[in-house]
Protein backbone atom coordinates (compact mmCIF):
# COMPACT_ATOMS: atom_id res chain seq x y z
CA UNK A 1 0.00 0.00 0.00
CA UNK A 2 2.52 2.51 1.36
CA UNK A 3 4.79 1.75 -1.87
CA UNK A 4 2.07 1.76 -4.17
CA UNK A 5 1.51 5.43 -2.54
CA UNK A 6 4.92 6.03 -2.88
CA UNK A 7 5.07 5.67 -6.66
CA UNK A 8 1.92 7.49 -7.15
CA UNK A 9 3.27 10.63 -5.33
CA UNK A 10 6.06 9.83 -7.69
CA UNK A 11 4.27 10.04 -11.06
CA UNK A 12 2.26 12.58 -9.50
CA UNK A 13 5.66 15.21 -9.51
CA UNK A 14 6.68 13.73 -12.47
CA UNK A 15 3.25 14.64 -14.22
CA UNK A 16 3.89 18.27 -12.63
CA UNK A 17 6.94 18.72 -13.96
CA UNK A 18 6.44 18.19 -17.31
CA UNK A 19 3.24 19.76 -17.01
CA UNK A 20 4.42 23.03 -16.03
CA UNK A 21 7.28 23.03 -17.74
CA UNK A 22 8.88 26.65 -17.13
CA UNK A 23 8.91 28.43 -20.36
CA UNK A 24 12.59 29.96 -21.03
CA UNK A 25 11.51 33.40 -20.85
CA UNK A 26 10.39 32.98 -17.38
CA UNK A 27 11.87 34.44 -13.82
CA UNK A 28 13.64 32.14 -12.11
CA UNK A 29 11.34 30.42 -9.06
CA UNK A 30 11.45 30.17 -5.54
CA UNK A 31 10.24 28.40 -3.28
CA UNK A 32 9.12 29.29 0.26
CA UNK A 33 7.43 26.95 2.51
CA UNK A 34 6.63 27.23 6.01
CA UNK A 35 3.82 26.03 8.80
CA UNK A 36 0.12 27.34 8.14
CA UNK A 37 -0.24 30.75 8.30
CA UNK A 38 -3.30 30.24 10.57
CA UNK A 39 -0.32 31.61 13.33
CA UNK A 40 1.06 35.23 11.73
CA UNK A 41 4.42 34.49 12.56
CA UNK A 42 4.70 32.47 10.07
CA UNK A 43 2.45 34.27 7.95
CA UNK A 44 5.20 37.34 8.31
CA UNK A 45 8.00 35.12 7.26
CA UNK A 46 6.38 34.09 3.89
CA UNK A 47 5.34 37.45 3.15
CA UNK A 48 8.80 38.86 4.04
CA UNK A 49 10.42 36.50 1.89
CA UNK A 50 7.71 36.82 -0.99
CA UNK A 51 8.53 40.09 -0.99
CA UNK A 52 12.28 40.17 -1.14
CA UNK A 53 11.96 37.63 -4.01
CA UNK A 54 10.10 39.89 -5.85
CA UNK A 55 12.05 42.90 -5.36
CA UNK A 56 15.02 40.62 -6.48
CA UNK A 57 13.05 39.49 -10.18
CA UNK A 58 11.92 35.80 -9.13
CA UNK A 59 8.86 34.07 -8.95
CA UNK A 60 7.35 32.96 -6.36
CA UNK A 61 6.00 29.32 -5.22
CA UNK A 62 4.49 29.91 -1.69
CA UNK A 63 3.28 26.87 0.19
CA UNK A 64 2.44 25.66 3.73
CA UNK A 65 3.26 22.19 5.22
CA UNK A 66 1.02 22.48 8.45
CA UNK A 67 3.48 20.74 9.89
CA UNK A 68 3.51 17.74 8.40
CA UNK A 69 6.76 15.89 7.63
CA UNK A 70 5.32 13.70 4.73
CA UNK A 71 3.14 16.74 3.24
CA UNK A 72 6.75 18.77 3.67
CA UNK A 73 7.85 15.90 1.59
CA UNK A 74 5.54 15.93 -1.35
CA UNK A 75 6.27 19.79 -0.99
CA UNK A 76 9.66 19.55 -1.91
CA UNK A 77 8.94 17.27 -4.66
CA UNK A 78 6.69 20.12 -6.32
CA UNK A 79 9.41 22.59 -5.18
CA UNK A 80 12.11 20.11 -7.65
CA UNK A 81 9.55 19.32 -10.13
CA UNK A 82 8.63 22.92 -10.79
CA UNK A 83 12.71 23.94 -11.14
CA UNK A 84 12.73 26.27 -8.14
CA UNK A 85 16.13 27.57 -8.00
CA UNK A 86 15.99 27.56 -3.87
CA UNK A 87 13.63 26.67 -1.28
CA UNK A 88 12.82 28.53 1.58
CA UNK A 89 12.03 26.79 4.49
CA UNK A 90 10.47 27.21 8.10
CA UNK A 91 10.76 22.85 8.40
CA UNK A 92 7.87 20.54 9.63
CA UNK A 93 10.38 18.50 12.31
CA UNK A 94 14.22 18.99 13.37
CA UNK A 95 14.78 14.91 12.59
CA UNK A 96 11.66 14.56 9.80
CA UNK A 97 12.90 17.13 7.69
CA UNK A 98 16.64 16.19 7.18
CA UNK A 99 15.86 13.68 4.22
CA UNK A 100 13.06 16.39 2.64
CA UNK A 101 16.07 19.10 2.67
CA UNK A 102 18.75 15.92 1.53
CA UNK A 103 16.23 15.07 -1.00
CA UNK A 104 16.27 18.10 -2.38
CA UNK A 105 19.92 19.09 -2.51
CA UNK A 106 20.58 15.55 -3.99
CA UNK A 107 17.92 17.30 -7.03
CA UNK A 108 20.61 20.17 -7.36
CA UNK A 109 18.13 22.35 -5.56
CA UNK A 110 19.75 24.38 -2.16
CA UNK A 111 17.34 24.96 0.85
CA UNK A 112 17.87 27.71 3.23
CA UNK A 113 16.09 27.29 6.53
CA UNK A 114 14.38 29.94 8.63
CA UNK A 115 13.14 29.88 12.39
CA UNK A 116 13.76 26.53 12.79
CA UNK A 117 16.93 24.13 12.71
CA UNK A 118 17.67 20.94 11.61
CA UNK A 119 20.15 18.21 13.63
CA UNK A 120 22.38 18.09 10.73
CA UNK A 121 24.77 20.42 9.04
CA UNK A 122 25.84 20.22 5.49
CA UNK A 123 22.33 19.33 3.92
CA UNK A 124 21.18 23.05 3.59
CA UNK A 125 23.20 26.00 2.62
CA UNK A 126 21.87 28.11 5.27
CA UNK A 127 20.41 28.32 8.11
CA UNK A 128 19.02 31.46 9.88
CA UNK A 129 17.54 30.71 13.77
CA UNK A 130 16.34 33.06 16.00
CA UNK A 131 18.08 32.68 19.57
CA UNK A 132 15.21 31.14 21.29
CA UNK A 133 17.61 30.50 24.07
CA UNK A 134 18.68 33.94 24.42
CA UNK A 135 15.11 35.03 23.74
CA UNK A 136 13.43 32.57 25.85
CA UNK A 137 15.67 33.54 28.82
CA UNK A 138 14.54 37.37 28.59
CA UNK A 139 10.96 36.46 29.08
CA UNK A 140 12.04 34.29 31.67
CA UNK A 141 13.91 37.11 33.84
CA UNK A 142 10.80 39.32 32.74
CA UNK A 143 8.52 36.77 34.16
CA UNK A 144 10.52 36.17 37.25
CA UNK A 145 10.80 39.85 38.01
CA UNK A 146 6.96 40.18 37.54
CA UNK A 147 6.09 37.43 39.44
CA UNK A 148 8.46 39.05 42.81
CA UNK A 149 10.58 36.36 42.16
CA UNK A 150 8.16 33.54 43.91
CA UNK A 151 4.40 32.45 43.18
CA UNK A 152 2.46 28.81 41.67
CA UNK A 153 2.71 29.59 37.86
CA UNK A 154 2.26 27.01 34.55
CA UNK A 155 4.18 26.31 31.17
CA UNK A 156 2.58 26.05 27.74
CA UNK A 157 4.97 24.07 25.72
CA UNK A 158 5.11 23.95 22.06
CA UNK A 159 4.88 20.83 19.72
CA UNK A 160 7.03 18.60 20.50
CA UNK A 161 8.59 17.06 17.43
CA UNK A 162 9.66 21.29 16.95
CA UNK A 163 13.32 21.65 18.67
CA UNK A 164 12.16 25.47 19.19
CA UNK A 165 9.51 24.06 22.16
CA UNK A 166 12.35 22.47 23.79
CA UNK A 167 15.08 25.07 23.20
CA UNK A 168 12.47 28.29 24.74
CA UNK A 169 11.32 25.53 27.24
CA UNK A 170 14.84 24.43 28.64
CA UNK A 171 15.71 28.35 28.57
CA UNK A 172 12.68 29.46 30.49
CA UNK A 173 14.18 26.43 33.43
CA UNK A 174 17.34 27.55 32.99
CA UNK A 175 16.28 30.98 34.41
CA UNK A 176 13.35 30.39 36.89
CA UNK A 177 14.41 27.27 38.26
CA UNK A 178 17.22 29.22 39.67
CA UNK A 179 14.55 30.91 42.04
CA UNK A 180 13.56 28.48 44.68
CA UNK A 181 10.17 29.67 45.03
CA UNK A 182 8.92 29.80 41.98
CA UNK A 183 6.89 26.71 41.81
CA UNK A 184 5.57 24.92 38.63
CA UNK A 185 2.08 23.54 39.17
CA UNK A 186 1.33 22.42 35.73
CA UNK A 187 3.55 21.76 32.59
CA UNK A 188 1.25 20.68 29.30
CA UNK A 189 1.75 20.90 25.57
CA UNK A 190 -1.14 23.21 23.85
CA UNK A 191 0.98 22.22 20.33
CA UNK A 192 1.50 26.11 19.53
CA UNK A 193 -2.37 26.43 19.46
CA UNK A 194 -4.49 28.98 20.24
CA UNK A 195 -7.52 26.66 20.82
CA UNK A 196 -5.88 24.33 22.56
CA UNK A 197 -3.92 26.96 24.79
CA UNK A 198 -7.25 28.13 25.41
CA UNK A 199 -8.71 24.78 26.40
CA UNK A 200 -5.61 23.62 28.61
CA UNK A 201 -5.62 26.35 30.72
CA UNK A 202 -9.25 26.24 31.58
CA UNK A 203 -8.65 22.82 32.53
CA UNK A 204 -5.36 23.78 34.75
CA UNK A 205 -7.15 26.36 36.13
CA UNK A 206 -9.89 24.16 37.63
CA UNK A 207 -7.44 21.99 38.44
CA UNK A 208 -4.95 24.58 39.93
CA UNK A 209 -6.98 27.75 40.86
CA UNK A 210 -3.80 29.44 43.27
CA UNK A 211 -1.95 30.30 39.89
CA UNK A 212 0.12 33.59 39.83
CA UNK A 213 2.20 33.54 36.27
CA UNK A 214 1.54 31.64 32.98
CA UNK A 215 4.58 31.38 30.70
CA UNK A 216 4.18 30.46 26.79
CA UNK A 217 6.16 28.42 24.21
CA UNK A 218 4.52 31.17 21.96
CA UNK A 219 2.54 33.75 21.16
CA UNK A 220 -1.03 32.38 19.68
CA UNK A 221 -1.09 29.73 22.86
CA UNK A 222 -0.29 32.81 25.16
CA UNK A 223 -3.44 34.84 23.51
CA UNK A 224 -5.49 31.33 24.16
CA UNK A 225 -4.33 31.34 27.65
CA UNK A 226 -5.08 35.26 28.75
CA UNK A 227 -9.17 34.56 26.70
CA UNK A 228 -9.62 31.60 29.30
CA UNK A 229 -8.20 33.30 32.52
CA UNK A 230 -10.41 36.48 31.51
CA UNK A 231 -13.37 34.06 30.93
CA UNK A 232 -12.84 32.87 34.34
CA UNK A 233 -12.47 36.68 35.95
CA UNK A 234 -8.89 35.99 36.63
CA UNK A 235 -7.20 38.97 35.42
CA UNK A 236 -4.39 38.84 38.24
CA UNK A 237 -2.50 36.12 36.19
CA UNK A 238 0.60 37.41 34.77
CA UNK A 239 0.66 35.63 31.32
CA UNK A 240 4.35 36.52 29.03
CA UNK A 241 4.42 34.82 25.55
CA UNK A 242 7.14 34.29 22.82
CA UNK A 243 7.15 35.65 18.96
CA UNK A 244 6.27 39.16 19.09
CA UNK A 245 3.12 39.33 17.36
CA UNK A 246 0.41 42.09 16.58
CA UNK A 247 -2.01 40.34 18.81
CA UNK A 248 0.28 40.47 22.16
CA UNK A 249 1.29 43.48 21.39
CA UNK A 250 -2.33 44.60 21.62
CA UNK A 251 -2.79 42.35 24.28
CA UNK A 252 -0.01 44.19 26.35
CA UNK A 253 -1.58 47.50 25.59
CA UNK A 254 -4.74 46.74 26.82
CA UNK A 255 -3.27 45.21 29.93
CA UNK A 256 -4.24 41.79 29.15
CA UNK A 257 -0.27 40.30 28.69
CA UNK A 258 2.69 41.44 30.32
CA UNK A 259 5.58 40.68 27.90
CA UNK A 260 6.76 38.72 24.62
CA UNK A 261 10.06 38.43 22.64
CA UNK A 262 10.33 38.96 19.48
CA UNK A 263 11.43 36.93 17.00
CA UNK A 264 12.73 39.21 13.87
CA UNK A 265 10.71 36.76 11.54
CA UNK A 266 10.37 39.26 8.72
CA UNK A 267 14.06 39.91 8.24
CA UNK A 268 15.15 36.54 8.75
CA UNK A 269 12.79 35.49 5.86
CA UNK A 270 14.25 38.56 3.69
CA UNK A 271 17.83 37.51 5.16
CA UNK A 272 17.43 34.12 3.82
CA UNK A 273 15.99 35.16 0.38
CA UNK A 274 18.94 37.33 -0.22
CA UNK A 275 21.60 34.63 0.74
CA UNK A 276 19.92 32.60 -1.85
CA UNK A 277 19.73 35.08 -4.27
CA UNK A 278 23.71 35.30 -3.66
CA UNK A 279 23.88 31.59 -3.52
CA UNK A 280 21.89 31.09 -7.01
CA UNK A 281 24.03 34.67 -8.97
CA UNK A 282 27.49 33.54 -7.58
CA UNK A 283 27.58 30.22 -5.95
CA UNK A 284 29.17 31.87 -2.71
CA UNK A 285 27.55 30.44 0.33
CA UNK A 286 27.55 32.36 4.10
CA UNK A 287 30.31 32.17 5.80
CA UNK A 288 29.20 30.14 8.57
CA UNK A 289 25.66 28.10 7.76
CA UNK A 290 23.97 28.13 11.27
CA UNK A 291 22.88 31.87 12.35
CA UNK A 292 21.36 33.19 15.23
CA UNK A 293 19.31 36.04 15.65
CA UNK A 294 18.77 37.87 18.63
CA UNK A 295 15.58 38.56 20.22
CA UNK A 296 14.38 41.58 21.79
CA UNK A 297 12.05 41.55 25.12
CA UNK A 298 8.16 43.38 24.33
CA UNK A 299 6.76 44.90 27.33
CA UNK A 300 4.59 47.60 27.64
CA UNK A 301 7.52 50.29 27.60
CA UNK A 302 8.34 49.77 23.68
CA UNK A 303 5.07 47.49 22.64
CA UNK A 304 4.43 50.94 20.56
CA UNK A 305 7.14 50.04 18.39
CA UNK A 306 6.41 46.71 17.35
CA UNK A 307 5.08 46.15 13.85
CA UNK A 308 4.72 42.62 11.94
CA UNK A 309 7.75 40.96 13.69
CA UNK A 310 10.17 43.91 13.58
CA UNK A 311 10.72 47.12 15.84
CA UNK A 312 10.48 50.44 13.79
CA UNK A 313 12.24 53.44 15.91
CA UNK B 1 3.63 -24.73 -6.12
CA UNK B 2 2.99 -21.66 -7.54
CA UNK B 3 1.61 -20.53 -4.17
CA UNK B 4 4.99 -21.18 -2.82
CA UNK B 5 7.10 -19.66 -5.76
CA UNK B 6 4.73 -16.25 -4.92
CA UNK B 7 5.80 -16.76 -1.48
CA UNK B 8 9.55 -17.01 -2.06
CA UNK B 9 9.96 -13.88 -4.36
CA UNK B 10 7.98 -11.95 -1.89
CA UNK B 11 10.41 -13.01 1.00
CA UNK B 12 13.42 -12.64 -1.31
CA UNK B 13 12.10 -8.86 -2.43
CA UNK B 14 11.57 -8.28 1.26
CA UNK B 15 14.87 -9.30 2.11
CA UNK B 16 16.29 -7.27 -0.59
CA UNK B 17 14.33 -4.89 0.56
CA UNK B 18 15.77 -4.54 3.84
CA UNK B 19 19.41 -5.06 2.60
CA UNK B 20 18.76 -1.31 1.62
CA UNK B 21 17.73 0.09 4.78
CA UNK B 22 19.52 0.95 7.73
CA UNK B 23 17.60 0.99 10.73
CA UNK B 24 18.25 4.33 12.82
CA UNK B 25 16.58 4.37 16.25
CA UNK B 26 14.76 7.33 16.70
CA UNK B 27 16.22 9.23 19.31
CA UNK B 28 13.42 10.30 22.23
CA UNK B 29 13.42 14.13 22.72
CA UNK B 30 15.60 14.03 26.20
CA UNK B 31 18.41 11.36 23.85
CA UNK B 32 18.62 14.06 21.48
CA UNK B 33 18.94 17.11 24.22
CA UNK B 34 21.46 14.73 26.05
CA UNK B 35 23.00 11.99 24.23
CA UNK B 36 26.62 11.72 25.62
CA UNK B 37 27.12 16.00 25.23
CA UNK B 38 28.69 16.37 28.48
CA UNK B 39 29.01 20.19 28.56
CA UNK B 40 29.98 20.40 32.47
CA UNK B 41 33.17 18.37 31.22
CA UNK B 42 34.01 20.34 28.44
CA UNK B 43 33.84 23.48 30.50
CA UNK B 44 35.95 21.95 32.94
CA UNK B 45 38.36 20.43 30.55
CA UNK B 46 39.13 23.81 28.72
CA UNK B 47 38.46 26.31 32.04
CA UNK B 48 42.20 26.72 33.35
CA UNK B 49 44.25 25.71 30.06
CA UNK B 50 42.55 27.79 27.62
CA UNK B 51 39.39 29.78 28.70
CA UNK B 52 41.06 31.81 32.09
CA UNK B 53 44.47 32.63 29.85
CA UNK B 54 41.94 33.64 26.95
CA UNK B 55 40.35 36.35 28.98
CA UNK B 56 42.80 37.13 30.96
CA UNK B 57 45.33 38.19 27.62
CA UNK B 58 42.31 39.70 25.72
CA UNK B 59 41.24 41.74 28.35
CA UNK B 60 41.78 45.52 28.35
CA UNK B 61 40.85 47.95 31.37
CA UNK B 62 36.84 48.57 31.49
CA UNK B 63 37.01 52.22 31.31
CA UNK B 64 39.06 51.69 28.19
CA UNK B 65 36.92 49.22 26.08
CA UNK B 66 33.73 50.96 27.00
CA UNK B 67 35.50 53.87 25.84
CA UNK B 68 36.69 53.02 22.56
CA UNK B 69 33.06 50.51 22.26
CA UNK B 70 31.54 53.48 22.43
CA UNK B 71 33.45 55.89 19.55
CA UNK B 72 34.09 52.44 17.65
CA UNK B 73 32.35 49.74 17.96
CA UNK B 74 33.47 47.74 15.34
CA UNK B 75 37.55 48.46 16.45
CA UNK B 76 36.77 47.99 19.99
CA UNK B 77 35.54 44.14 18.98
CA UNK B 78 38.72 43.47 17.13
CA UNK B 79 40.90 44.14 19.73
CA UNK B 80 38.78 43.08 22.65
CA UNK B 81 35.70 41.36 21.75
CA UNK B 82 34.22 38.39 19.75
CA UNK B 83 30.90 37.31 17.94
CA UNK B 84 29.81 34.97 15.73
CA UNK B 85 30.40 35.33 12.36
CA UNK B 86 26.71 35.81 10.88
CA UNK B 87 23.65 36.09 12.62
CA UNK B 88 23.09 39.18 15.08
CA UNK B 89 24.50 38.54 17.77
CA UNK B 90 26.14 41.43 19.85
CA UNK B 91 30.25 42.02 20.60
CA UNK B 92 31.21 39.98 23.58
CA UNK B 93 34.33 41.70 25.34
CA UNK B 94 37.04 40.82 27.48
CA UNK B 95 37.83 43.16 30.25
CA UNK B 96 39.43 43.83 33.48
CA UNK B 97 37.89 45.58 36.34
CA UNK B 98 39.44 47.55 39.34
CA UNK B 99 37.30 49.55 41.60
CA UNK B 100 35.40 50.33 44.47
CA UNK B 101 31.56 48.37 45.37
CA UNK B 102 29.53 51.28 45.70
CA UNK B 103 26.07 48.93 45.58
CA UNK B 104 25.05 45.33 46.21
CA UNK B 105 21.81 43.47 45.84
CA UNK B 106 21.91 40.22 47.38
CA UNK B 107 18.74 39.65 48.14
CA UNK B 108 18.18 38.31 44.58
CA UNK B 109 19.23 34.99 43.07
CA UNK B 110 20.71 37.05 40.63
CA UNK B 111 22.90 39.03 42.77
CA UNK B 112 24.77 41.61 41.98
CA UNK B 113 27.51 44.10 42.96
CA UNK B 114 27.88 47.79 40.97
CA UNK B 115 31.72 48.44 40.78
CA UNK B 116 32.83 52.53 40.26
CA UNK B 117 35.95 51.73 38.48
CA UNK B 118 37.19 55.60 37.77
CA UNK B 119 36.72 57.06 41.50
CA UNK B 120 33.99 59.12 40.56
CA UNK B 121 31.23 57.68 42.75
CA UNK B 122 29.63 56.33 40.04
CA UNK B 123 28.93 52.69 39.53
CA UNK B 124 30.81 51.99 35.84
CA UNK B 125 29.59 48.13 35.67
CA UNK B 126 27.27 45.59 37.55
CA UNK B 127 29.06 42.23 38.37
CA UNK B 128 26.99 39.20 38.45
CA UNK B 129 27.83 37.17 41.73
CA UNK B 130 25.00 34.49 41.23
CA UNK B 131 23.71 31.91 41.76
CA UNK B 132 22.34 32.57 39.06
CA UNK B 133 23.36 34.24 36.46
CA UNK B 134 22.26 35.95 33.29
CA UNK B 135 23.07 35.57 29.60
CA UNK B 136 25.82 33.60 28.28
CA UNK B 137 28.82 36.26 28.38
CA UNK B 138 31.80 33.84 28.76
CA UNK B 139 30.90 31.48 26.68
CA UNK B 140 30.63 34.42 24.18
CA UNK B 141 33.16 36.10 24.65
CA UNK B 142 35.56 32.70 23.68
CA UNK B 143 37.24 33.03 19.66
CA UNK B 144 37.62 28.97 20.37
CA UNK B 145 33.66 28.22 20.72
CA UNK B 146 31.28 27.99 17.88
CA UNK B 147 27.82 27.28 17.51
CA UNK B 148 28.27 25.63 14.17
CA UNK B 149 30.31 22.72 16.00
CA UNK B 150 27.20 22.06 17.95
CA UNK B 151 24.27 19.87 17.20
CA UNK B 152 21.91 22.37 18.00
CA UNK B 153 20.55 25.22 19.85
CA UNK B 154 19.87 22.98 23.22
CA UNK B 155 23.83 21.75 23.02
CA UNK B 156 24.95 25.18 22.47
CA UNK B 157 22.75 26.85 25.45
CA UNK B 158 23.75 23.93 27.34
CA UNK B 159 26.95 24.60 26.47
CA UNK B 160 26.97 28.39 27.55
CA UNK B 161 25.25 27.26 30.52
CA UNK B 162 27.90 25.27 31.71
CA UNK B 163 30.32 28.25 32.15
CA UNK B 164 28.18 29.89 34.51
CA UNK B 165 27.42 26.69 36.56
CA UNK B 166 31.40 26.14 36.32
CA UNK B 167 32.42 29.81 37.54
CA UNK B 168 29.40 29.81 40.50
CA UNK B 169 31.31 26.70 41.91
CA UNK B 170 34.78 27.74 41.64
CA UNK B 171 34.38 31.23 42.67
CA UNK B 172 31.39 33.20 43.28
CA UNK B 173 29.47 30.62 45.68
CA UNK B 174 32.92 31.43 47.87
CA UNK B 175 32.50 34.96 47.96
CA UNK B 176 30.67 36.48 51.15
CA UNK B 177 27.89 38.69 50.99
CA UNK B 178 28.34 40.69 54.14
CA UNK B 179 28.73 43.95 53.72
CA UNK B 180 29.87 44.31 50.35
CA UNK B 181 29.44 48.28 50.07
CA UNK B 182 32.98 49.62 50.32
CA UNK B 183 35.18 47.02 48.91
CA UNK B 184 37.37 46.84 46.68
CA UNK B 185 36.98 44.27 43.91
CA UNK B 186 39.12 42.91 41.46
CA UNK B 187 37.96 41.02 38.91
CA UNK B 188 38.62 39.50 35.08
CA UNK B 189 35.73 38.86 32.88
CA UNK B 190 33.73 39.40 30.35
CA UNK B 191 30.15 41.15 29.32
CA UNK B 192 27.96 41.95 26.11
CA UNK B 193 27.59 45.38 24.47
CA UNK B 194 24.84 46.90 26.86
CA UNK B 195 21.78 48.12 25.43
CA UNK B 196 21.66 51.88 25.72
CA UNK B 197 21.65 53.48 29.27
CA UNK B 198 22.61 50.52 31.14
CA UNK B 199 25.84 49.03 32.45
CA UNK B 200 28.14 46.63 31.63
CA UNK B 201 26.49 43.44 32.94
CA UNK B 202 30.36 41.59 33.74
CA UNK B 203 30.47 38.49 34.61
CA UNK B 204 34.04 37.40 36.24
CA UNK B 205 36.36 34.69 35.53
CA UNK B 206 38.19 35.76 38.02
CA UNK B 207 37.09 37.80 41.30
CA UNK B 208 38.88 38.73 44.76
CA UNK B 209 36.96 41.32 46.92
CA UNK B 210 38.70 42.59 49.80
CA UNK B 211 39.59 45.94 52.01
Given at each position: MKLTRRMTMAAFAAFLAAGSAIPAYAADLIAIITPSHDNPFFKAEAVGAEAKAKELGYETLVLVHDDDANKQSQLIDTAIGRGAKAIILDNAGSEASIAAVQKAKDAGVPSFLIDREINATGVAVSQIVSNNYQGAQLGAEEFVRLMGESGNYVELLGREADLNAGIRSKGYHDVIDEYPEMKMVAQQSANWSQTEGYSKMETILQANPDIKGVISGNDTMAMGAIAALQAAGRKDVIVVGFDGSNDVRDSIKSGGIKATVLQPAYAQAQMAVQQAHDFIATGKKPAEEKQLMDCVLINAENADQLETFALTN | MPGMRGASVIVLAVMMGLAGCKIIKTPTAEESATGGFDPDRMVAEIWESKVVPYLDKRAGPLSEVASLAASNLEAAGAKYGHKEKQGSAPWTFAARLSGTIV????????AYVEVDADGDGKADARVQIGPAIRGTAIRDSLDFVNFNEFKNQIEWAQYGKAFNTHVNGLVLEKLSRDQLVGKKLEAVGAYP?????QLPLFVPVELTVGG
Open positions: - | KAETKSRSVPAKG
